[in-house]
């Protein structure tokens, strides 16, 4: 029996990644280890649903991103992105404080393993300076090829390593992201990542198993627009795919990912466009004919897992790399935020409303992640790993 502690930062859409959670559950009831997942309280009540031990932090190394300065220039509004997206998980107070915090769990605690999800800074940290295994769940790890010039994120990640007194052996500073040299779980496909041609060889891809089952439901005129449940500020975003939708006939679902009674005034958005705050994917992906949003990675893996053709709309970080990949992958688009005009728009909603086409490449994206384990999987895999990390 091993002790794995999960830990994320405390937002909805950090703890699933495409499975994370679910793996977690599958660790716990099916295969009876110890589990606990440690983080803000705000996502307790998903985690102990899920049959997971709650461990609460007052600090998780998330701080929330400041508005964006008004009227920016469309190259501006990028570097703008970019910064308030490093501020939000690797500002150096925030992170530290959740990492001392984090340290005296583990030390009450005692896990085996730790497992993070890709902006859990504070884990990586900890596991390094208690000399206790990571693994990385939701992003593949880089193949380390001589001479990369350094990211954007690489003074950071140096500093913080340095503050907290350890080598950074759990980091690729010049990638940007957290790197185990065991175990990455992901939940794609390995031809999700054709524009990576060589990833770590500890990367191991599992899917979405029965999640990604088959839909009987008919294809309705239903198209759902979010921005996830953090980078929600862009009132243009939401007016310009409402008004697409309804211009070609398309019945809008607006998600804020915020809770405002009265969003539709403050978005600007037309009284017929149904507006709320959250849904739950599996129950109303079934149900659309396409989805519009951001390209944040739980958010683009449900819409592959149900077979929804997407328009991705990259606001920060690696949601560019989604927008990336889904128009080669022939499931939807990728396009600049500076290139989703009102025109632009109504194309790309004629075409998730009309298009066989798209349809069916979504349709066998699904089934090439219903093929692969999914959680169950996954599971098994960081269990038969973590043998490898004991010894």
Known sequence: ???????????AGHID?????????????????????????????????????????????????SPMPPNLAADQQAVARQQRALDAWL?????????HELDRTAAGWQPDVIVVEPYAAAGALVAERRG????????PALALPANRPPGPAAARIAALCRQFGVAGTSWDPVGGQIRSPWLHLDFFARRWYADLPQLGPQTRFFGAGPA????????????????????????????????????????????????????????????????????NFDAVLPRVAGIVHHGGVGTTHAALRHGVPQVIVPHAGD??????????????????????????????????LTSDTLHLAASVWQAELAALGGPTAAADSLQEVTVTFRK
Not at 328 to 334: E, K, L, S
Request: some cysteine; hydrophobic content about 45%.
């Open 212 to 279: 990604a089952g088959g839909s009987t439901t008919p294809r309705s005129n239903t198209i759902l627009i979010t921005l996830g449940s953090l980078f929600t500020d862009d009132p243009a975003f939401f007016r310009i795919a409402a008004g697409a939708v309804l211009a070609e006939g398309g019945h809008p679902l607006v998600v804020t990912g915020r809770r405002d009674a009265d969003a539709a005034t403050t978005l600007g958005l037309p009284a017929d466009v149904e507006v709320t705050d959250w849904v």
């Open 132 to 139: 206790v295994s990571l693994a990385v769940c939701g992003r």
């Open 319 to 352: 949601q560019h790399a989604q927008a990336g990949r889904i128009t080669p992958a022939g499931a939807g688009y990728g396009v600049r935020p500076s290139d989703f005009t009102p025109a632009n728009a109504r194309w790309f909603a004629r075409q998730l």
């Open 91 to 99: 500002n150096s107070d925030a992170v530290l404080a959740a990492a």
């Open 17 to 65: 990644w495409g499975g994370m959670l679910a793996t977690a559950g599958e660790l716990v009831t099916r295969l009876g280890h110890v589990v606990a997942w440690a983080s803000g309280p705000a996502i307790e009540p998903a985690i102990q649903r899920a049959g997971v031990e709650f461990l609460p932090l007052v600090h998780t190394g998330w701080i929330e991103p």
């Open 1 to 11: 029996m091993t002790r794995f502690l999960f830990t994320s930062l405390p937002l």
